[in-house]
């Protein structure tokens, strides 16, 4: 117990590699499509699980939330290892990648939600025509364009295709703030991401109760706070912090039955659908930082995310979140006109076709944007 902890991490001055990370990315994109899949089952009349399974109605926003904590965990730790190699990290070539990773897909997806698929029918949605796309269209693609998609969901309701985009705003509303709020509170960094957490807990809290009504526009507010899960993103930065510094408790923390256990109990609480009032996403967090960490640096824990098609299966997970709507609406449409409706093919076909449609785009768009990245990092982290 006594001894330092010994981070299986790949990394010298100019490149960091956790292990694993890639395939976990790839299972928080999967219990989206999941979601989805059920959620899309419903508004086509067929037959789903949604309204049985408790597990399948909590999912989609835990494995977002997923996203979350690793966002907020490896770009922390990113920027702490710049800074400790050249005494500070540049904020402006941290959103220049960010732009480069993030941009080039958002708004191909922004291009087709608006202007392409409205006009394909068979990817018409039941009870989203046309209309519902175009109404209000003028300050839903100003609030798109300026990444609010979460704000726009908040005001103006969802816009098939790009509904989805919601926590990418919030990614990057977060990326946007966190650079500058790591260098001005460099002291005491811990405390203020926990201060993060409790602070929004507690203004949700507050909007929950009548004490808030005077609040203009309250409810459009609520349903905003609620996608605006900065405090997810502030728990991945502590399990950061906490593993730079090679803080004592990652003694506790990266303990290999202390892993199989927060592991199982996740496991069991999404199969069982359990939420846990007021602190949900929180305590789902607290968990999934202990599974990052574990998978990330305990060298006692087996490579079990670490296999090649996992590994490229979560380099191209964006995409794959981006574009399984799309995929999933396609399948839906054909198996419904050839009257199989069965989940051994909805699911397998609408995997791999979305699947396809990532592997593409990274491979013949995005990476037009990426080769430009190394030029602005310092540090790589390697995929």
Not at 109 to 135: C, K, N, R, S, W
Request: with cysteine.
């Amino acid at each position: 117990m006594g001894e330092q902890i010994t981070p299986n991490i790949k990394m010298d001055s100019q490149k960091i590699y956790f292990p694993n990370l890639n395939g976990l990315r790839f299972i928080a994109a999967l219990l989206v499509i999941i979601f989805h899949i059920e959620q899309f089952k419903v508004l086509f009349g067929l037959e789903n699980y949604w309204d049985d399974s408790p597990a399948i109605r909590i999912i989609g926003k835990l494995g977002v939330v997923l996203f979350f904590v690793l966002s907020g965990f490896l770009i922390t730790f990113l920027m702490l290892s710049e800074e400790k190699s050249f005494q500070s990290f540049s904020i402006l070539k941290f959103y220049i990648r960010r732009a480069l990773r993030i941009w080039p897909l958002y708004f191909m997806i922004m291009v087709l939600a608006f202007a392409v698929i409205p006009h394909v029918d068979l990817l018409t949605l039941p009870g989203y025509p046309e209309t519902v796309v175009y109404q209000d269209l003028v300050p839903k693609i100003l609030l798109f364009v300026f990444f609010l998609p979460n704000l726009a969901l908040s005001l103006y309701g969802p816009v098939p295709y790009a509904a989805h985009l919601w926590s990418i705003g919030t990614e990057e509303q977060f990326y946007l703030i966190w650079p500058w709020f790591l260098r001005w509170l460099k002291r005491f960094r811990i405390y203020a991401m926990l201060s993060i957490m409790i602070f929004y807990l507690v203004v949700a809290k507050f909007l929950a109760t009548g004490h808030s009504d005077f609040i203009p526009y309250k409810s459009t507010f609520a349903a905003f706070w609620s996608s605006f899960n900065i405090d997810c993103m502030a728990i991945g930065g502590v399990y950061a912090i906490l593993l730079f510094k090679n803080h004592p408790l990652l003694r506790i923390l990266t303990n290999k039955w202390l892993f199989w256990v927060v592991l199982l109990t996740v496991v069991l609480l999404m199969c069982f659908g359990v939420y846990v009032h007021y602190v949900h996403f929180e305590f789902y967090s607290m968990l999934y930082g202990i599974i990052i960490l574990n998978l990330a640096v305990n060298k006692q824990i087996p490579m079990l995310l670490e296999t090649k098609i996992l590994h490229h299966l979560g380099k191209i997970s964006y995409g794959i979140y981006m574009y399984h709507p799309i995929a999933i609406v396609l399948v839906l449409q054909l198996a419904i006109y050839y009257g199989t409706t069965s989940n051994l093919i909805i699911y397998p076909v609408s995997l791999f076709i979305t699947i396809v449609l990532a592997a593409i785009s990274f491979h013949f768009y995005e990476k037009i944007f990426l080769k430009f990245k190394p030029r602005f990092s310092k540090i790589k982290d390697v995929d």
